[in-house]
């Protein structure tokens, strides 16, 4: 696996690597609004269960208070709106991420495909002699593919499920 990220990091270029950061920020952004969009659920429950404990949490009655509410019931059902929101601009958020990674793995696809044939292209006519035509068209149109499909786009998986799962756990142990 780490020979497999060396060579995927000799392959890129300063600027796809600066990407990948960027890419990251994303993700580990995703992976939070995530775990804030599942911790939202369980207290606007409880308080639906439960609208006493409105004036037992203190910052649920300090929200009620601040926003001048006079009945629990209106002040439930807006609870209810900011967790649909957080839901929502937690999709949102992990939607954006996906297509910035999708888009990264596929752009790398066609920027390494564009590079190996300049690099054939800039090749002396005796190289190609040697070789055979279909070999180096499959190197240009398969191999980069594979490249993408086994390797790059896996790999963004792992690292996306990794931060999920920090993420999750970071909320749920602390």
């Not at 990091?9 to 990407?19: N, S």
């Not at 991420?97 to 495909?113: D, G, I, P, Q, V």
Request: net charge positive; charged share 15%.
């Amino acid at each position: 696996m780490l020979s497999t990220i060396n060579k995927l990091r000799q392959i890129l270029t300063r600027r796809e690597k600066l990407q990948v950061g960027a890419l990251l920020v994303a993700i580990i952004a995703m992976a939070f609004s995530q775990a804030l969009g599942v911790a939202s659920v369980l207290p606007f429950i409880s308080l639906v269960m439960e609208p006493e404990m409105l004036f037992e949490n203190r910052w649920l009655f300090w929200a009620y208070d601040i926003l001048g509410f006079e009945s629990i019931n209106r002040f439930i059902i807006f609870a209810g709106f900011v967790m649909f929101s957080i839901i929502f601009i937690s999709n949102a958020i992990s939607a954006f991420a996906t297509w910035l990674k999708l888009r990264f793995a596929w752009m790398n696809n066609h920027r390494l495909s564009r590079r190996l044939f300049e690099k054939y292209l800039s090749m002396p006519y005796a190289y190609f002699l040697n070789q055979n035509s279909s070999d180096l068209s499959k190197n240009v149109l398969t191999e980069i593919n594979h490249l993408t499909k086994s390797y790059l786009i896996p790999l963004l998986m792992i690292v996306t499920k990794g931060w999920l799962w920090f993420s999750f756990w970071r909320c749920s142990s602390g």
